[in-house]
């Protein structure tokens, strides 16, 4: 905090209060009103509800389809991180090296960045068009015939190859920015300690990038979590069906259009918790355990 | 001799590998959207004929023109037209939004003597914590309830219910020295004199990289979009996006050319800001790191 404040009083609320306003109504309302419904179960017809305590929990994880989705989504989580993870920091050590060209090839591996997740959804859709999508081609020359909206792998395939390719780019930049921000005379000392590239990049760039490293991975797990909607609903093409889908798409297709509002909300309650589950783990757990220079 | 030029070829091989890497990288970026470029290019009839090829056509402007400014094919009413202003409205207005309430808020937390502060500190934070989609059915249904359905009001403010804006604007207010408020003082400035004379010029680049961000997000918004416009007229681009590929999935003779081209209308803006504006982007992007 400063020291030189300001003292007047009313001018700070008023300041305040337009935002606080906004949170009030459109973040505290329904979030609370989630918690709330997630104890009552709702009449599908509209003629009111009853209470029902942790019933709609229950039913939550005694349901299969449910657990289904629950284990697809940690799947998914877990690939796309681990690959968006790994290509972005490829890519960021190569690029801090090389020095022709090293602009360009930033630009061109960020750029995707600013491309909407749905349209990248849309973009597998054509790839892997049934008849002529380049990729189903590529795998039929291996003898597969590759079915997006069909077979449940290859939906998933498909899903997790586009949540990879839209998020390399915000992991390519924090890496990158980890990356310059090591400063020369370390660089240096490594150099004269250590001759093999690869063993200057674990001993010392490595554990240097750590920081990034567990902040991106909660960006990454929070992205596979939540982001990805716009491309899990085109790639299903809105039609759900035996396909795989994450928890935050069950919540939609159970709350929006099953108009189950109890069994949705929840469903919302528990990604809540995993939520705050993982933003705990963030400042506790993973903090302490990483050095700053 | 032999011995200065060994170890000169080894560099080289691995200078040679690390571009190889990144061409490589940059390929898998950017053929995926050059396939799009190729497919607005071509008639329908030969994208069902050939699909993607290495043939540019010339149906580019027939095509533009077409998505555009003639309503129908994929959504009734609207035209690309509607579809680019209302992708604009929610991204400019949202950005905005945000950043005027953040430097607000933050300006009230960072320089004011308040009993409430940490209450309030806390009240706003904690919306960093929860996005929207794990309360997405109560918003819809609160929404609802304020009559904001397909209402750019609907749209643009309970996406702005979040923090990170504040946040940022935060952390950079904290970082402007004290001696500025004290000689502010001095010189008998008030605390709104100080704030727009001296914080908001202070902060241009920040708020240069905040506008980016924000605009670039809500521009991508489609879970939201999607629940709350029903009304063909207020699709954004990328909310029109999944009527696009379902209007391909129906028709015996799908409007490939035109659906790819407004896939491309709905990209290009957003990236073409991050490329221009890419030091301010990586700046904004970088330093707002929770």
Do not use: C
């Not at chain 2, 896939?263 to 929770?290: N, R, Y």
């Amino acid at each position: 905090m400063k020291r030189a404040l300001f003292s007047n009083i009313w001018l700070p609320v008023a300041l305040l209060l337009p935002q606080l306003a906004i949170i009030a109504v459109f973040f505290y309302w329904p979030a609370g009103y989630a918690v709330q419904s997630s104890f009552y179960l709702q009449d599908p017809f509209g003629f009111g509800s009853s209470f029902v305590g942790l019933g709609n929990y229950q039913n939550l994880f005694r349901n299969s389809e449910y657990l289904k989705i629950a284990n697809f989504t940690v799947w998914f989580t877990a690939i796309v991180t681990f690959f968006s993870l790994a290509i972005a920091l490829v890519l960021a050590v190569k690029a801090d090296r090389v020095i022709r060209g090293a602009k360009t090839y930033r630009t061109l591996l960020m750029w995707v960045y600013a491309v909407a997740p749905p349209v990248a959804g849309f973009i597998a859709v054509i790839m892997f068009n049934q008849s002529w999508g380049p990729l189903t081609e590529f795998f039929a020359l291996f003898g597969y015939r590759f079915q997006v909206g069909v077979n449940f792998n290859d939906t998933a395939f498909a899903m997790i190859l586009t949540s990879i390719w839209k998020q390399v780019p915000v992991n390519f930049i924090f890496f990158l920015s980890g990356l310059q921000s090591i400063p020369r005379s370390v660089r240096e000392a490594a150099l004269i300690d250590n001759r093999s590239a690869s063993g200057r990049f674990w001993t010392v760039t490595f554990p240097l990038l750590a920081p990034t490293g567990f902040f991106l991975l909660i960006i990454n797990i929070t992205y596979a979590l939540f982001d990805t909607f716009g491309i899990v609903d085109t790639v299903v093409k809105g039609e759900p069906g035996n396909n795989p889908m994450t928890l935050v798409y069950k919540v939609y297709v159970d709350g929006f259009r099953g108009n189950d509002l109890g069994g949705s909300s929840a469903q919302s309650v528990v990604l809540m918790a995993l939520v705050l589950a993982l933003t705990f783990v963030q400042f506790r757990l993973v903090e302490r355990r990483i050095h700053y220079t | 001799m032999k011995f200065s030029q060994k170890p000169l070829k080894r560099i080289r091989i691995s200078t040679v590998m690390d571009h190889l890497v990144l061409i490589l990288g940059a390929l898998f970026m950017l053929v995926p959207m050059l396939m799009v470029l190729q497919l607005a290019s071509v008639p329908d009839v030969e994208i069902i004929q050939r699909g993607p090829s290495l043939h540019i056509g010339d149906q580019l402007d027939d095509n533009f023109i077409k998505a555009m400014f003639e309503a129908s094919g994929f959504s009734g009413e609207n035209t690309g037209l509607s579809m680019l202003m209302n992708s604009f409205i929610l991204g400019i207005g949202f950005a905005i939004g945000k950043i005027v309430l953040g430097m607000m808020a933050a300006y009230a937390i960072v320089y004011f003597r308040l009993r409430f502060a940490t209450l309030a500190f806390w009240a706003i934070f904690t919306t960093l914590l929860l996005p929207l989609e794990v309360r997405i059915l109560p918003s819809y249904e609160i929404v609802q309830s304020l009559g904001m359905l397909n209402t750019y009001q609907g749209l643009i403010v309970p996406l702005i219910a979040s923090a990170t804006a504040t946040f940022f604007f935060r952390q950079f207010f904290m970082s402007v020295p004290e001696e500025l408020v004290e000689a502010a003082r001095i010189d008998g400035a008030g605390p709104v004199k100080f704030f727009v004379d001296i914080l908001v010029p202070l902060s241009r680049t920040m708020i240069a990289a905040m506008f980016i961000i924000m605009f670039v997000y809500g521009w991508n918004q489609y879970l939201w979009p999607t629940m709350i416009t029903t009304d063909e007229d207020m699709y954004t681009l990328v909310r029109g996006i999944k009527q696009i590929i379902q209007v391909f999935e129906g028709t015996n003779l799908p409007e490939y050319g035109r659906g790819n081209l407004l896939a491309m209308i709905a990209v290009i803006p957003p990236v073409l800001i991050v490329v221009f504006f890419q030091s301010w982007f990586v700046k904004g992007l970088t330093e707002s790191d929770k």
